[in-house]
């Protein structure tokens, strides 16, 4: 069974210091990966997904099937950044059943 | 614009007293999912609809049944709360089975809050 872990429930940083998020994953194909992102009473939304290899408000993540890691990150850090991110995977083969992380808590001080 | 919407936003129920909560989207999208979030917790699947196909997660409570009527519309009923379903129930859409699009990617509704006294 697939697996999405988010080591840290809190990460707390000042307005532009750098920002990784961390995503770990257990899955013996390959899967495809998002980050949603809730802002404060905002709803829950993708912010990007592996697949599209694309920025987002200045956030990337890479796929490193070596490590089995997703890591958000972002060089510079805006208090707009504040909000709750969630790694998500989807197994491979289109199965639209994702498992989500348990989220991290992005503080971004001024 | 096309959406996911939740009604009500807040929900009040007593312990024991049916409760339903429903969804609505106007992406013509062909899945619809069901989850629960406790404070702090990842969103944890109920179940969801794939097309007309219900499909129930292993561990969903008999107490949780739901309802899909139409594409548009689907139902959250709680037959019987208890204290440990005070809760956020989040509905979600995906297109599944297209040709490029948004394949695989959820969409959300803003969630209802539900409190059981």
């Known amino acids: 069974a697939q697996r999405v872990t988010q080591p840290e429930k809190l990460l707390s940083v000042f307005k532009g210091a750098p920002v990784e998020l961390k995503c770990n994953y257990s899955y013996s194909g390959s899967p495809e990966l998002f980050w949603y992102v809730q802002y404060s009473r905002q709803r829950l939304q993708l912010l990007l997904r592996?697949?599209s290899r694309e920025s987002i408000k200045g956030f990337t993540a890479d796929l490193n099937k070596g490590e089995t890691s997703f890591h958000l990150k972002k060089p510079f850090a805006q208090e707009e950044d504040s909000a709750m991110y969630y790694c998500?995977?989807?197994?491979?083969?289109?199965?639209?059943?994702?498992?989500f992380g348990r989220g991290t808590s992005l503080i971004v001080h001024p | 614009d096309a959406m996911v919407i939740q009604n009500p936003r807040y929900q009040v129920t007593q312990f024991g007293k049916p409760v339903t909560l429903s969804c609505s989207q106007t992406?013509?999208?062909?899945?619809m999912y069901w989850y629960q979030q406790k404070s702090s917790q990842a969103p944890k699947l109920l179940f969801h609809y794939y097309d007309k196909d219900f499909n129930n997660e292993a561990d969903t409570p008999d107490n949780f049944q739901s309802r899909r009527p139409n594409t548009s519309f689907c139902f959250l009923d709680i037959r019987s709360p208890g204290l440990g379903d005070a809760a956020m129930y989040l509905c979600a859409t995906s297109r599944v089975g297209s040709a490029g699009g948004s394949h695989n990617e959820q969409f959300f509704g803003p969630g209802t809050r539900l409190t059981v006294l």
């Open positions: 592996h697949i």
């Open positions: 998500a995977l989807s197994p491979e083969g289109g199965s639209y059943i994702p498992t």
């Open positions: 992406l013509n999208h062909n899945v």
